[in-house]
């Protein structure tokens, strides 16, 4: 809207000093005769705004004006947990108003803060996604996350983690974003939102419970979370090499568990695992720095494997394979 553009050109203009019509275009993402209009238009409205002429020249302000339209916004308040997560903002349809929010809060801030404050954006960036992983589909998010603010019940079609396809209605309290993947916490349930397949309100509302905090839920979800996945134990026994290598080669939760446990080098112990076959992934990264002791089968599915490779890196498999 012309309005809201006009304000961000005025905030634009008190928070950086003189800036060209170039320069506001690109920042506005709009053409610079666009600019020149919006120019004329802040001037009839008496905003003292006048350009100097010649190459480094450009818009600013009269010296010491400053706007006091920098109330915030009731979606540009809900963007500011966002303001320095351009992606997530983005992903919630909030990009714009994240923007908005962190410009209103510069032009608050007298001259010595904000250069501070530019300071820091220029030397701090938070970048949430895993590596080596691309991006999840998010298309129903903006919807989960209106259903959230509003406090809409949802009816959707939700692909669970066995492939099967079910039917929900949910009452969606929350939105959670870990390493790059959204959830959103509904009904006492939590839901990826790249498996939900279909979703539309189902026009009525709830009424979120009084007690419930996102944080706390997500943390206690979490742990009994991982404890499930790494259900399973298998013997094992380690060098010392091979304990200090657990914070670096397994996941958090394996980590901590063989931590609390704190064998000795050498010393059998239960090694969490979501199952045996994962166990050989796991296993086979600390080399001769773990034994395992038991299940026997997973011992011999070990040694047949370290065999194998005995035999690759011995050239017996070599040439055969590259005849």
């Known amino acids: 809207?012309?309005?809201?553009?006009?304000?961000?050109?005025?905030?634009?203009?008190?928070?950086?000093?003189?800036?060209?019509?170039?320069?506001?275009a690109a920042e506005l993402e709009v053409s610079p005769r666009t600019i020149y209009r919006d120019i004329d238009s802040l001037s009839a409205a008496g905003i003292p705004v006048y350009a100097d002429r010649g190459p480094a020249g450009?818009?600013?302000?009269?010296?010491?004006?400053?706007?006091?339209?920098?109330?915030?916004?009731s979606a540009e308040a809900q963007s500011l947990f966002l303001a320095g997560l351009p992606g997530p903002a983005a992903d919630l349809g909030l990009k714009e108003v994240a923007a908005a929010a962190q410009l209103k809060l510069?032009?608050?801030?007298?001259?010595?803060?904000?250069?501070?404050?530019?300071?820091?954006?220029?030397?701090f960036h938070l970048d949430?996604?895993?590596?080596?992983?691309?991006?999840?589909?998010?298309?129903?998010?903006?919807?989960?996350?209106?259903?959230?603010?509003?406090q809409r019940r949802v009816r959707?079609?939700?692909?669970?983690?066995?492939?099967?396809?079910?039917?929900?209605?949910?009452?969606?309290?929350?939105?959670?974003?870990?390493?790059?993947?959204?959830y959103f916490v509904g009904s006492g349930r939590t839901?990826?939102?790249?498996?939900?397949?279909?979703?539309?309100?189902?026009?009525?509302?709830?009424?979120?419970?009084?007690?419930?905090?996102?944080?706390?839920?997500?943390?206690?979800?979490?742990?009994?979370?991982?404890?499930?996945?790494?259900?399973?134990?298998?013997?094992?026994?380690?060098?010392?090499s091979g304990l200090d290598k657990t914070q670096y080669l397994l996941s958090g939760h394996q980590a901590r568990v063989v931590r609390e446990i704190a064998p000795q080098p050498g010393e059998a112990?239960?090694?969490p695992t979501e199952s045996t076959r994962h166990a050989v992934a796991d296993l086979l990264k600390f080399g001769s720095d773990v034994e395992v002791l038991a299940p026997a089968g997973l011992r011999r599915e070990l040694?047949?494997?370290?065999?194998?490779?005995?035999?690759?890196?011995?050239g017996a498999k070599l040439r055969t394979w590259f005849r």
């Open 106 to 123: 510069l032009a608050a801030l007298p001259t010595e803060l904000r250069d501070r404050a530019e300071q820091i954006r220029q030397r």
């Open 58 to 73: 450009g818009y600013q302000l009269v010296d010491g004006y400053r706007t006091r339209l920098t109330g915030l916004t």
């Open 269 to 271: 112990f239960g090694f």
């Open 128 to 150: 949430t996604p895993s590596w080596f992983r691309g991006d999840e589909p998010t298309g129903h998010l903006a919807t989960i996350a209106d259903a959230v603010w509003e």
């Open 191 to 240: 839901y990826r939102v790249s498996r939900v397949l279909e979703l539309h309100p189902t026009g009525g509302t709830f009424d979120r419970p009084a007690d419930f905090d996102l944080a706390r839920y997500w943390a206690e979800w979490s742990e009994q979370f991982e404890a499930r996945m790494y259900g399973e134990r298998i013997t094992v026994r380690m060098t010392r």
């Open 156 to 182: 959707m079609t939700y692909r669970r983690w066995g492939n099967d396809v079910v039917e929900r209605e949910v009452d969606p309290y929350g939105l959670v974003l870990k390493a790059g993947t959204w």
């Open 1 to 24: 809207m012309k309005s809201s553009r006009l304000m961000q050109v005025l905030l634009l203009l008190q928070s950086r000093g003189r800036m060209t019509a170039d320069e506001l």
């Open 303 to 314: 040694i047949d494997i370290i065999n194998s490779m005995h035999e690759v890196y011995n």
